[in-house]
């Protein structure tokens, strides 16, 4: 049997999508192109195949799979207006054929302040609006997902899997939707239901209650990670410590201009104190000396070459 993407996935549903599915042999009748002619069975799983996954009038029905099929008509009826070729077929289909109230289980793919969007068996679109949940359920925006206020491990978000009742069924040509309600106590996140109170919150992960700064917890890593980058810490504190003792101290702040007009003044009135003066004469003295004893050596070599040439 031909099956959609879902079919692979039917036994990971519960059984109300399971008994919203139904085998059956049906004898149809099919329109194919002369063209198609020269290989009936061909043509034939072919327009077979367009079905899958579609809303189908005269089945009332989404056909879900495609069995062996037999073609019935040994002569080709060709229509009056259409130039096609009317064939009898017998098929095996699998039908999905949901009806109000009934159980269904799908994937959340979408969650808003006012929705939730699921897909059920993989491929047919399904909504529960606000107005169709109990009240207990309040929209946590910061977390973007539903939660019970009377069981706070209950909790619906993104791929977490729902089990809702039919409302009501939208069929529009070839399309085909849903329109789901949590009214009931056993509608909800299943992983939720599962467990019985002792279920799993967001998309399989344990629910963990709120917690305060002093209770956040940790690993036994992260705790190992701690202490090394505190002892690191500690070495370059006292690495820097050292260092710092080491290095000369910085320069003063610089002075005022009232404290720095102070200095100059000071250091004018020593400049003219007795005992510099008497030094600075010294200097001068001392330094004329020097000066004198340099002439005197450059002149007496200058009278021996004189004395020399006469």
Same mark, same amino acid.
């Given at each position: 049997m031909r099956a959609g993407g879902a079919a692979a996935s039917l036994e990971d549903h519960d059984g109300g999508c399971l008994q919203s599915l139904q085998k059956v042999v049906t004898i149809m009748q099919l329109d194919l192109l002369p063209s198609k002619l020269g290989d009936v069975h061909a043509g034939v799983e072919d327009l077979l195949?367009?079905? !899958?996954?579609?809303?189908?009038?005269?089945?009332?029905?989404?056909?879900?799979?495609?069995?062996?099929?037999?073609? !019935?008509?040994?002569?080709?009826?060709?229509?009056?207006?259409?130039p096609l070729c009317r064939l009898k077929v017998q098929v095996a289909l699998l039908l999905f054929t949901p009806q109000e109230d009934a159980m269904l289980t799908g994937r959340v793919i979408q969650v808003g302040q006012d929705f939730i969007g699921l897909l059920v068996l993989g491929v047919i679109n399904a909504s529960i609006a606000k107005s169709e949940m109990r009240s207990e359920w309040t929209w946590e925006s910061q977390a973007q997902e539903w939660r019970s206020s009377k069981h706070s491990k209950h909790v619906i978000c993104n791929d977490s899997h729902v089990q809702f009742t039919v409302a009501s069924v939208q069929k529009l040509e070839a399309f085909f939707s849903i329109t789901g309600r949590l009214m009931s106590k056993s509608t909800g996140a299943v992983e939720y239901l599962a467990g019985k109170g002792k279920g799993k919150s967001c998309a399989g992960t344990p629910a963990t209650k709120p917690f305060k700064g002093s209770e956040l917890p940790s690993s036994q890593g992260n705790t190992n990670d701690c202490e090394k980058s505190s002892k690191k810490k500690t070495k370059h504190d006292k690495h820097s410590k050292g260092r710092a003792t080491a290095e000369p101290e910085q320069a003063a702040e610089p002075m005022s201009h009232h404290e720095s007009k102070k200095r100059k003044k000071v250091e004018v009135q020593a400049a003219n104190s007795p005992a510099q003066k008497s030094e600075s004469k010294k200097r001068k003295s001392a330094e004329e000396k020097a000066v004198e004893q340099q002439e005197a050596g450059s002149e007496q070599p200058q009278k021996k070459r004189k004395k020399g040439n006469a």
């Open positions: 195949n367009d079905m !899958l996954m579609r809303y189908d009038e005269g089945l009332d029905a989404v056909v879900m799979a495609v069995g062996p099929h037999k073609v !019935l008509s040994k002569e080709a009826v060709i229509q009056p207006y259409f």
